[in-house]
């Protein structure tokens, strides 16, 4: 498994630092950190530029990749997807800070569901009603992980050959599906057909995304300004 930390364009440099401090205890094949580029100048691209290289001195186990132009979040998981060679990846953005797991146990876990694909921790508890973001519709009992409609982006787990897929193949109808790959789940859960039951093409979309979130494992979002 590979470690991807996401960085948007961010005002605030400490939150990346409490980010890598709360990742797990895990022995990761590579560690990446994603800088998204900049399209502006002047002042800030100066102090963006500076906050880079500082994050990179400080931190020689990762690999920095910054990108040139400014391609959101999207686009910049398409692109590890296809540098890395891991089976799977463990993506955090760079606001958000991991509560306490034990990642190898969860790895164990996941290998007992061959239909799971993307493995997310929310922020708080999900109800069996679901939220905006979240559609519930089965469990994996004794494992820890609900099966379900949507995921958040902000910290998960993902098959990475499974993930450049829905990268690569996927519409980009609205600027947020452009930019998150969440939102393409948001959008087709928020369509007529959708909320009129067509379980069939429900379950249909299930299985291109193959999402679960863990039931008691959340994280902080640090909710970084940006420019």
């Known amino acids: 498994m590979d470690l991807v ?11 990346i630092e409490k980010s890598i401090a709360s990742l797990p205890d895990y022995d990761f094949k590579n560690k990446f950190i994603l800088f998204d580029g900049y399209n502006g100048s002047g002042l800030f691209k100066d102090q963006y530029n500076a906050y880079k290289n500082t994050i990179a001195k400080k931190y020689p186990d990762f690999c920095v990749i910054a990108f040139r132009e400014n391609i959101y979040f999207r686009d910049m998981i ?8 891991a089976e799977r990846l463990f993506i955090i953005q760079d606001d958000v800070i991991a509560h306490k797991m034990d990642l190898k146990q969860i790895e164990i876990q ?33 494992l820890p992980f609900i099966k379900c409609h949507g995921f958040t982006e902000r910290i998960f787990i993902c098959d990475r ?17 452009k930019r998150f790959i969440e939102f393409i789940y948001n959008t087709a859960m928020k369509k007529s057909r959708w909320k009129e039951n067509y379980e069939d093409e429900k379950e249909r979309y299930w299985k291109d995304f193959g999402c679960y979130f863990h039931h008691d494992i959340y994280h902080t979002h640090q909710v970084g300004k940006r420019p």
């Open 5 to 15: 930390i996401a960085g948007a364009i961010i005002k605030d440099y400490t939150m």
């Open 161 to 177: 050959k499974n993930m450049l897929q829905i990268c690569e193949t996927k519409p980009k109808n609205n600027k947020m599906e």
């Open 110 to 142: 996941m290998n007992y569901l061959k239909d799971l694909k993307i493995l997310c921790f929310p922020h708080k508890y999900i109800s069996p009603e679901g939220t905006g973001f979240f559609e519930p519709f089965d469990d994996s009992y004794p």
């Open 78 to 85: 398409e692109q590890i997807c296809r540098i890395s060679e």
